[in-house]
């Protein structure tokens, strides 16, 4: 792992949520999410199905607003979409009439104007021939998307992101299209991207062992919790973040996957996040990255038990 100029300590906060709902109709999603990250954080979002995972990510990307709370991207109330945020999505968001390097170029092209964009068109292709090269594909730049594999084409669509420099790169189930063998280049291709260019990165998978290897922080999103409000009128909660790590092992090699430690977080999460008969009290979550914090209501708080649990 490269060195870095700043810890994390010193780093700004580039995605703050305080107190965060999101509701349709009379079904509640999300219930109170309170998430601080800051730059160069590589986080996973794991959670069971239901949980709120593509939600929170909407939220997150502006394509959709909460219905109460705070959401603000280096200071500033997030809102609609806009050059802020990169999305990659499972299915390669690429035009299948376009080669390679003109999809790659294609985010620039659209921020211009056409004077300018014709008057700048040798510039742009070069800047998306410098990012195909990062993703080592510079040699595939005239073929067309369907001439690629799908990790290819993956990597593509991770150019097209990185080309435009947003602040935040979201990405939502990125390799869960790939065979495993596949999937497996993807995470490590991944990770050394995000050693090289230390983005913040907000990754949302199902898959657990794909979270805890990638990422620099794990979050962990549930709907499986008790807290004072004992039972409510609607039926099950929203989801909040009863998970919060560090992950402070930086991964060269998929062996460590087979690692006890590694292992034994894993089984650890999977039932703390994904038992629906494992409720922890709210006050009893287990946020242990320095940035965790949480805001609970008094009657939220209000218990003497702190864990229930039931196999």
Request: charged share 25%; net charge negative.
């Amino acid at each position: 792992m490269s060195d870095t100029s700043m810890t994390m300590q010193q780093r700004s906060t580039i995605l703050h949520l305080e107190d965060v709902y999101k509701r349709y109709g009379e079904l509640l999603i999300l219930d109170d999410i309170d998430l601080s990250v800051k730059e160069g954080e590589l986080c996973t979002l794991v959670g069971p199905s239901g949980s709120g995972k593509s939600t929170l990510l909407r939220l997150i990307l502006g394509q959709e607003q909460p219905s109460a709370g705070e959401l603000t991207i280096a200071g500033k109330v997030a809102g609609t979409p806009d050059t802020r945020r990169g999305i990659v999505f499972q299915r390669y968001s690429l035009f299948p009439h376009l080669t390679v390097l003109q999809n790659v170029a294609l985010g620039r092209n659209l921020q211009t104007g056409f004077l300018e964009r014709r008057r700048r068109r040798k510039e742009f292709d070069e800047e998306a021939m410098h990012y195909l090269q990062r993703v080592r594909l510079g040699q595939h730049a005239d073929k067309y998307p369907h001439e690629l594999s799908g990790g290819m084409r993956q990597r593509v669509a991770i150019a097209q992101s990185l080309l435009t420099k947003p602040p935040i790169l979201l990405m939502d189930e990125p390799f869960g299209a790939l065979d495993p063998e596949t999937r497996e280049e993807m995470q490590i291709f991944l990770l050394e991207l995000w050693d090289e260019h230390r983005m913040t990165i907000f990754f949302v998978t199902h898959d657990l062992e794909e979270a805890l290897f990638v990422g620099t922080r794990i979050l962990v999103l549930s709907q499986y919790y008790t807290d004072g409000r004992g039972e409510l009128p609607n039926g099950e909660r929203g989801a909040r973040i009863v998970a919060d790590y560090h992950l402070p092992q930086m991964a060269s090699s998929t062996e460590i996957k087979h690692n006890p430690e590694f292992v034994q977080l894993l089984e650890h999460i999977r039932q703390e996040g994904f038992n629906p008969n494992y409720l922890q009290h709210a006050r009893a979550f287990n946020l242990k990255h320095p940035d965790s914090f949480q805001t609970l209501s008094e009657v939220e708080h209000y218990t003497a038990t702190s864990v229930t649990t039931s196999s």
